[in-house]
């Protein structure tokens, strides 16, 4: 019992300590994001093991000695939990600070009734949040720039429409990716009375910018084109993006020149190229100046413009749609003072704008949408998009 004891306790540990100690290693990201996201879980089990020393001999060392590391390994997992109480009474204040404090009110009833009514289910830590049934339909060819085949995916309620549009443009540091990523939020969605679009892009190095934001641009201008087919509402579309999607998403939404959308969501996405390539995180698992270098086919000395272009700070003023930025306070790919410095930037323009930032979390912490980040977020993104892509008649009676 002793030796086999230490085995799982070590195993726990191992996991636990990526809570406190940055990846230093692109192969230690999946814990760092997933040992808070999955704090729950680790923590039973850090006092399953914990009970099962208890009751081993008192003279045997081994169990001793594991009985410490799972209750050190206890305390890790533990610390998440603890702090969600209090980030959830100031996120919280966040939305009402920046949405207005009846912004609850000024949601239509019928959406209303759709929100989930706690920001953590026990149910959904075990099930998971897509446990609806939407329509689906996949691969619609939107473009063929250079040959390259673009597509998107549409989810869509079973209830007739026309209904808001949110589209969804995933991350992957603008080398990867599909428009099937984050298919379990989209199906949320869609069965909250949504018609979820996501849309592909071109990626780098055969495809660098602006070609990613073009596709976007074509994507948007092909939906509202479509919408009628997919009984979608072309005038209340918000965009919504992950990592490399997000700041595209922040781009397409404020640029002067782009369509006219209701709101803009970003999941940790970068908001200053320049500031991202000049001061990359440490440690730095991914390498960012590597991938913004191809991104954008040099660094800011030799390609200054386009990281100009590409950077959503540059186009911050008082005219662009509301703003939701989450962010990881632990994120070493793309570190939560970008979205600060664009959420004081936006706030000082006189924009809308929301920030929530989560102290335990590391990038991409919605990869796990059960986790503990992951109902979070979703909680306050449907919150956000209820109030903003509310219909215009009930926002005007209850201004």
């Known amino acids: 019992m002793r030796c086999v004891l230490l085995v799982p306790a070590l195993v726990v540990f191992f996991v636990a300590i990526w809570i406190l100690v940055p990846p230093f290693h692109v192969g230690l990201v999946p814990f760092a994001v997933g040992a808070p996201e999955l704090s729950v879980w680790f923590l039973l089990a850090a006092l399953g093991i914990s009970a099962l020393c208890l009751t081993a001999s008192n003279n045997a060392h081994g169990a001793r000695a594991a009985l410490v590391i799972a209750a050190a390994a206890a305390v890790l997992f533990a610390y998440p939990l603890v702090r969600a109480p209090f980030t959830l009474a100031a996120f919280d204040r966040a939305m009402e600070d920046g949405l207005g404090r009846d912004y609850a009110n000024q949601i239509p009833p019928a959406m209303a009734a759709s929100l989930r009514e706690h920001a953590l289910s026990p149910a959904d830590f075990v099930l998971g949040i897509a446990r609806a049934d939407v329509l689906v339909r996949r691969g619609v060819e939107f473009a063929k720039p250079g040959g390259v085949r673009l597509t998107l995916d549409v989810y869509r309620p079973p209830a007739a429409g026309p209904r808001p549009v949110v589209i969804q443009l995933y991350g992957g540091a603008w080398r990867g990716g599909s428009p099937e990523d984050n298919g379990s939020f989209a199906t949320w969605l869609a069965s909250k009375g949504y018609v979820v679009v996501a849309a592909d892009y071109r990626h780098a190095p055969e495809a660098t910018w602006p070609a990613q934001i073009e596709d976007v641009r074509t994507a948007l201008d092909w939906i509202r084109s479509h919408a009628s087919e997919f009984e979608a509402d072309p005038a209340r579309i918000a965009l919504i993006g992950r990592s490399a999607g997000a700041q595209l998403a922040l781009v397409a939404a404020y640029q002067a020149s782009a369509p006219a959308v209701r709101a803009v969501v970003s999941y940790y996405g970068p908001t200053d190229l320049v500031e991202g390539w000049r001061e990359p995180p440490r440690p730095d698992p991914l390498d960012v100046r590597a991938i913004l270098e191809t991104y954008l086919r040099g660094t800011p000395d030799s390609a200054r413009d386009r990281y100009r272009e590409a950077s959503p700070v540059t186009y911050a003023s008082a005219r662009v749609p509301p703003t939701l930025l989450l962010y990881?306070?632990?994120?070493?790919?793309?570190?939560?003072?970008?979205?600060?410095?664009?959420?004081?930037?936006?706030?000082?323009?006189?924009?809308?704008?929301?920030?929530?930032?989560?102290?335990?979390?590391?990038?991409?912490?919605d990869a796990l949408p059960n986790g503990l980040s992951g109902q979070i977020s979703l909680y306050y993104t449907e919150r956000f998009l209820a109030w903003a892509l509310r219909p215009e008649p009930y926002a005007a009676r209850r201004k």
């Open 328 to 365: 990881g306070s632990r994120d070493h790919v793309v570190e939560a003072r970008f979205g600060r410095a664009l959420h004081d930037r936006l706030r000082q323009a006189g924009a809308t704008s929301v920030l929530l930032e989560f102290p335990w979390a590391e990038h991409a912490f």
